[in-house]
């Protein structure tokens, strides 16, 4: 394993400092906010909001330093949907394949277009289940069949025309398309009303903040306050904690920061094993391997990668990188 003690000068390291002790400036421009969006702005229009509250306050702290680029968000909420919108800033927009990977939770309103069947929540149960589903024609991806599955779907109440729907479901469901279907399916027809995010892996509606908290807590900071912004701003590695990880030697990040994959000898803990790897001899990042987040010892993020090799030999490639993060 190549020795991590050489002197290496702290403004060409690549590595960051441990998560916990970074300045305001390097927070915010690697960090993750968890955004409740309120119905009105486009994700999109947020997201722009998020990014220039940052640049002007890193113009204030660290003028000689650069400013953001720009944000990205999990996943595109229609204006009139609420809730759970968490945000990647600054260079961690690159990880934001990660929120493809795990789960959401909704809230919806379901707008029966008659009286609700005896066997209504029967009805709701089939549902529980992979669908066959085709995005909308508003939407910005390609029309084409293809699967969900939906996790839990739970009627928290129901009146006569009314329900009150919680739905776990799996990345890139359309609810708008569900809710359709669950009135096909009853007999009465059916529309989505109110519909609210209440969770996306990891992070979920308890530790919501506004754009209000983050315009306050960024102004607070700029005055030296810097404990609101804390709260309000994370560290991006919290956005990759639902994902297997892969702890490599700070020599083996150095080298992935110039764009070399991670080898098994620079592994040196991992969640997963030979088992996990991309299968068939060719061990091919383009299968079907676990997404994984490499890390090194003090918890700084180092990248991204697919598992195809045994991490616990002393030769060969155990990561084939898809994002460096340094």
Same mark, same amino acid.
């Given at each position: 394993?190549?020795?991590? /003690?050489?002197?290496?000068?702290?403004?060409?390291?690549?590595?960051?400092?441990?998560?916990?002790?970074?300045?305001?400036?390097?927070?915010?421009?690697?960090?993750?906010?968890?955004?409740?969006?309120?119905?009105?702005?486009?994700?999109?229009?947020?997201?722009?909001?998020?990014?220039?509250?940052?640049?002007?306050?890193?113009?204030?702290?660290?003028?000689?330093?650069?400013?953001?680029?720009?944000?990205?968000?999990?996943?595109?909420?229609?204006?009139?949907? /609420?809730?759970?919108?968490?945000?990647?800033?600054?260079?961690?927009?690159?990880?934001?394949?990660?929120?493809?990977?795990?789960?959401? #939770?909704?809230?919806?309103?379901?707008?029966?277009?008659?009286?609700?069947?005896?066997? !209504?929540?029967?009805?709701?149960?089939?549902? @529980?289940? @992979?669908?066959?589903?085709?995005?909308? $024609?508003?939407?910005?991806?390609? $029309?084409?069949?293809?699967?969900?599955?939906?996790? #839990?779907?739970?009627?928290?109440?129901?009146? @006569?025309?009314?329900?009150?729907?919680?739905?776990?479901? @799996?990345?890139?469901?359309?609810?708008?398309?569900?809710?359709?279907?669950?009135?096909?399916?009853?007999?009465?027809?059916?529309?989505?009303?109110?519909?609210?995010?209440?969770?996306?892996?990891? !992070?979920?509606?308890?530790?919501?903040?506004?754009?209000?908290?983050?315009?306050?807590?960024?102004?607070?900071? #700029?005055?030296?306050?810097?404990?609101?912004? $804390? #709260?309000?701003? $994370?560290?991006?590695?919290?956005?990759?904690?639902?994902?297997?990880?892969?702890?490599?030697?700070?020599?083996?990040?150095?080298?992935?920061?110039?764009?070399?994959?991670?080898?098994?000898?620079?592994?040196?803990?991992?969640?997963?094993?030979?088992?996990?790897?991309?299968?068939?001899?060719?061990?091919?990042?383009?299968?079907?391997?676990?997404?994984?987040?490499?890390?090194?010892?003090?918890?700084?993020?180092?990248?991204?990668?697919?598992?195809?090799?045994?991490?616990?030999?002393?030769?060969?490639?155990?990561?084939?990188?898809?994002?460096?993060?340094?």
């Amino acid at each position: 394993m190549t020795d991590d /003690t050489d002197d290496i000068d702290d403004a060409d390291d690549p590595l960051r400092a441990p998560p916990g002790e970074r300045s305001v400036p390097e927070l915010l421009r690697f960090g993750v906010v968890n955004v409740d969006k309120p119905a009105g702005p486009s994700s999109h229009q947020l997201s722009a909001w998020v990014r220039d509250a940052i640049n002007d306050t890193l113009a204030a702290l660290d003028p000689d330093g650069p400013r953001i680029d720009g944000v990205a968000h999990a996943g595109t909420l229609d204006p009139k949907v /609420t809730g759970c919108l968490p945000t990647l800033t600054g260079t961690a927009t690159r990880m934001a394949q990660v929120f493809l990977e795990g789960s959401k #939770e909704y809230v919806s309103v379901l707008e029966l277009h008659g009286p609700a069947p005896s066997d !209504f929540r029967s009805v709701v149960a089939e549902f @529980e289940t @992979e669908l066959y589903q085709k995005p909308p $024609r508003k939407s910005a991806v390609t $029309r084409r069949l293809r699967t969900r599955t939906i996790h #839990e779907l739970d009627v928290l109440e129901l009146e @006569e025309r009314r329900a009150l729907l919680r739905i776990g479901c @799996e990345s890139g469901t359309y609810v708008r398309k569900l809710c359709h279907d669950l009135g096909l399916a009853a007999g009465v027809g059916a529309h989505m009303g109110h519909l609210r995010r209440t969770a996306t892996d990891p !992070f979920d509606d308890r530790d919501l903040h506004t754009l209000q908290d983050l315009t306050d807590a960024l102004a607070w900071a #700029e005055e030296g306050d810097e404990g609101f912004l $804390r #709260e309000v701003v $994370r560290p991006a590695e919290d956005a990759l904690v639902h994902l297997p990880s892969v702890t490599v030697a700070p020599s083996a990040a150095r080298n992935v920061a110039t764009g070399a994959p991670v080898y098994a000898p620079g592994v040196i803990e991992s969640d997963l094993d030979a088992s996990d790897a991309a299968p068939g001899p060719e061990r091919d990042a383009d299968t079907d391997a676990p997404l994984v987040a490499c890390f090194i010892p003090n918890g700084t993020a180092v990248c991204l990668g697919r598992l195809v090799g045994d991490p616990d030999v002393d030769s060969g490639v155990a990561v084939a990188l898809e994002r460096v993060l340094l």
